[in-house]
């Protein structure tokens, strides 16, 4: 059964930090893309940060230089570092996988069920 379960959202002031985790389970995430979501009150569902199997970062530019991407293959976990959060970073942040190369945010993906940051 596979599972992609979000956690370490929360309400934090701006300027402040949080560290979202997905922990996986139910598949071998180690040869999967892997991304973070966040949609936005009123707003699409975005792609905001990505981290291929091969060790290759993304980050949209609303986030470049706050936010850092990272996993651990040990833990089968993702992890979304944020800093200096800005109101603009409010929303429900999701995690994703590709493992199937279909591309980050298809519904071929693995998708949890998101995690809530308000700012």
């Known amino acids: 059964h596979v599972q992609l379960v979000e956690s370490g959202g929360g309400s934090v002031q701006a300027g402040g930090s949080l560290t979202l985790s997905c922990a996986t389970s139910?598949?071998?995430?180690?040869?999967?893309?892997m991304g973070w979501f966040r949609q936005a009150p009123g707003q699409e569902r975005a792609l905001i940060s990505s981290?291929?199997?091969?060790?290759?970062?993304t980050y949209a530019d609303s986030v470049k230089g706050r936010f850092t991407i990272s996993r651990s293959m040990v833990k089968n976990t993702l992890y979304l570092q944020m800093d200096n959060l800005q109101i603009d970073d409010t929303g429900l942040y999701t995690c994703?996988?590709?493992?199937?190369?279909?591309?980050?945010?298809?519904?071929?993906?693995?998708w949890g069920q998101g995690t809530q940051v308000t700012v």
């Open positions: 994703a996988a590709d493992c199937g190369d279909y591309g980050l945010g298809t519904a071929n993906n693995y």
């Open positions: 981290l291929s199997m091969h060790g290759t970062r």
């Open positions: 139910g598949y071998h995430f180690s040869s999967c893309d």
